[in-house]
């Protein structure tokens, strides 16, 4: 009788395992996520993975050992894995670009803190079929572009350009000095649909738990909100997002 097959986690769909594994992946160019490193191991190779990482632009963790064996589903890590993307990344240079070859007036999408996959890929996938130009994540404290968020996306992260930046009120200094307005979503601002969104648009999504962080927000130069009628104070983060996306598109 054959035996059944492993079942494989959508975690570890992202995973490369092993030192030579890991070492090739980096060497070839592809685009790598996150490097994870037992805690406290720097035998062998360890060391100049973690520096060849830095240098491709990849985010290095120290991870307890027990964790990265669960990450592994039990298979031979040797002390390091390393997450890959789903897609490539682009830059902010090239969402605008994205806007600029259609004639459009650039409109993209911050994401402050996602962290369920589930949300940025229904982003992403609402993005493209609201004709948004890109998505902007950040590098720490928050998903990146996984085999989840991929398969959520329902293939567009092929059409939408997600850029990753390592600091987000920076990226948004940026997008003002390009003549963007930023509108933050939160519960203390004017009605959605009261808003004028004409121009270089840029709208901020926040965590699911703790909404805009205080740094990104005090850089927004306006707040939308969403009435809320029932039991519970937030919506979910992808929902919010889809809504003002298209009260964005509608309005211009």
């Known amino acids: 009788m054959p035996q059944n097959s492993p079942v494989i986690t959508e ?35 360890i060391g100049m993975l973690m520096g060849l990482a830095r240098d491709k632009g990849a985010v290095v963790k ?40 259609k004639g459009e007036d650039a409109f993209v999408i911050i994401c402050d803190e996602i962290e369920d996959p589930h949300n940025l890929g229904a982003i992403i996938r609402t993005a493209d079929a609201c004709g948004a130009h890109g998505v902007i994540i950040p590098k720490r404290r928050g998903v ?20 990753r930046v390592s600091n987000l009120p920076s990226a948004i200094d940026e997008l003002k000095e390009k003549g963007f307005w930023v509108y933050a979503a939160d519960m203390d601002g004017k009605p959605w649909n009261e808003q ?35 039991k519970i104070n937030s919506l979910n983060a992808s929902v919010a997002a889809g809504i003002l996306m298209y009260e964005v598109i509608r309005n211009r």
């Open 62 to 101: 120290e991870v307890d050992r027990r964790k990265l064996d669960a990450m592994c589903g039990g298979a031979n890590h040797q002390g390091v894995a390393a997450r890959a993307a789903a897609h490539s990344y682009s830059s902010i240079e090239d969402i605008i670009k994205n806007a600029e070859e």
């Open 196 to 230: 004028d969104y004409s121009g270089k648009v840029a709208l901020v999504i926040g965590s699911e738990g703790k909404g805009i962080s205080r740094l990104v927000k005090e850089k927004c130069d306006f707040t939308v909100s969403l009435p809320m009628r029932g």
């Open 144 to 163: 990146s572009l996984t085999y989840a968020v991929g398969k959520v996306s329902a293939g567009a992260l092929e059409y939408v350009p997600v850029a």
């Open 11 to 45: 975690e570890e769909k992202d995973l490369i395992i092993g030192r030579n594994a890991v070492s090739e992946a980096l060497k070839s160019g592809r685009e790598v996520d996150t490097l994870f490193v037992a805690k406290g191991d720097r035998s062998g190779s």
